[in-house]
């Protein structure tokens, strides 16, 4: 089974910040990548899919780059309603991974 | 509106077994596959079984596999997770959430997400 190896597992950044979030697959799964948004105590919300595509209504600030095996999450200029864990996830196929999580906080 | 609300959680003893629900609202049911999903309290996301529109493919994680069934009544507009010989690491709350995709896209992210039904196993 392909493994996703997300980096850092957290972060502290100030407002304002860009803030990079790695994604890792064991074996090339194309650009079939999303990245979902956790915040704290609450339901994990879709925010790019296809590897870069922005959901309807998500932020400009969030962008999603990469295919094959490597792919990243940016948030440029932070804000305090995006702290939350992030999380990769792999559809190319059973099983449906989803990466650790990295924890994003601000300093 | 997209809703989906799970139920059935509980506390259950290990080696028993429950059933969850998913009630699924606010778009054309029978269009598309849908999966459950689980977090263990304090951890990540783990994806656990997926079922696409018509039933005919089915997924499941290893964790789950020969233990877990996921099932849907197109009719009813309702999803399901039948969970066998329930084990303490299986703990979590469980969540349903919508392919973003319809048929003969075949499995792909997941765009909506229900609240989620706690199961807690222990004696």
């Known amino acids: 089974d392909i493994q996703m190896t997300q980096s850092p597992s957290s972060l502290s950044a100030s407002v304002g910040d860009t803030v990079t979030i790695t994604c890792r697959a064991s074996?090339?799964?194309?650009?079939?990548l999303a990245w979902y948004q956790q915040k704290p105590g609450k339901v994990p919300k879709l925010l790019i899919y296809?590897?870069?595509t922005l959901q309807s209504g998500v932020p400009s600030r969030f962008s999603g780059s990469g295919s094959g095996t490597d792919f990243t999450l940016t948030i440029s200029s932070l804000q305090p309603e995006d702290v939350a864990t992030y999380y990769c996830?792999?559809?190319?196929?059973?099983?449906?991974?989803f990466g650790g999580g990295t924890k994003v906080e601000i300093k | 509106e997209v809703q989906l609300v799970e139920s059935g959680g509980g506390l259950v003893q290990p080696g028993r077994s429950l059933r969850l629900s998913c009630a699924a609202s606010?778009?054309?049911?029978?269009?598309?596959?849908m999966h459950w999903v689980r977090q263990a309290p304090g951890k990540g996301l783990e994806w656990v079984s997926s079922?696409?529109?018509?039933?005919?493919?089915?997924g499941y994680a290893d964790s789950v596999k020969g233990r877990f069934t996921i099932s849907r009544d197109n009719a009813k507009n309702s999803l399901y997770l039948q969970m066998n010989s329930l084990r303490a690491e299986d703990t979590a709350l469980y969540y349903c959430?919508?392919?973003?995709?319809?048929?003969?896209?075949?499995?792909?992210?997941?765009?909506?997400w229900g609240q989620g039904t706690l199961v807690t196993v222990s004696s």
């Open positions: 959430a919508k392919n973003s995709l319809p048929r003969g896209s075949g499995w792909y992210c997941f765009d909506y």
């Open positions: 606010g778009f054309t049911f029978d269009d598309y596959a």
């Open positions: 079922i696409n529109w018509n039933s005919g493919r089915i």
């Open positions: 074996q090339g799964i194309s650009n079939h």
């Open positions: 296809a590897a870069s």
């Open positions: 996830q792999k559809y190319n196929g059973a099983p449906l991974t």
